[in-house]
């Protein structure tokens, strides 16, 4: 089994944009808190498939800069919905696989796939 790798230390790693910010507070906006910028639920879509290398996930997301994708694995790093683990010899390459927490979003990615399928069609 893979294991978990500690949290990396960042030196003087400019501050993270300002994320935006509701008038309300209900369990919508704390979701796009989360998984509403550009970019993460695509993502969170590809880490549902399988656990991937960075190199993999850029590759599975074309168009998506290097800078961004680092960016969207930190903060959902942060959120507790990803996590960097070491995969097994003889590989010994850290990957990305969601938690129990990021694993929970899987209805509401196909959901919302379904629905944006049903867009295409019309």
Do not use: C, F
Not at 57 to 84: F, K, M, S
Request: aromatic share 4%; hydrophobic share 40%.
């Amino acid at each position: 089994m893979a294991r978990a790798t500690a949290p990396r230390k960042h030196s003087a790693r400019p501050a993270p944009p300002r994320k935006r910010r509701y008038r309300e507070r209900s369990g919508l906006t704390a979701a796009l808190d989360v998984v509403g910028e550009r970019w993460t639920l695509l993502l969170v879509r590809e880490l549902l498939r399988a656990p991937r290398r960075y190199g993999e996930l850029l590759e599975a997301l074309p168009g998506i800069g290097t800078n961004l994708l680092v960016n969207r694995v930190r903060d959902l790093e942060a959120a507790g919905v990803l996590r960097r683990v070491l995969a097994p010899s003889p590989q010994s390459a850290v990957v990305y696989e969601l938690t129990d927490r990021g694993r929970t979003l899987g209805p509401a990615v196909d959901a919302l796939e379904a629905w944006g399928d049903a867009s295409i069609d019309r």
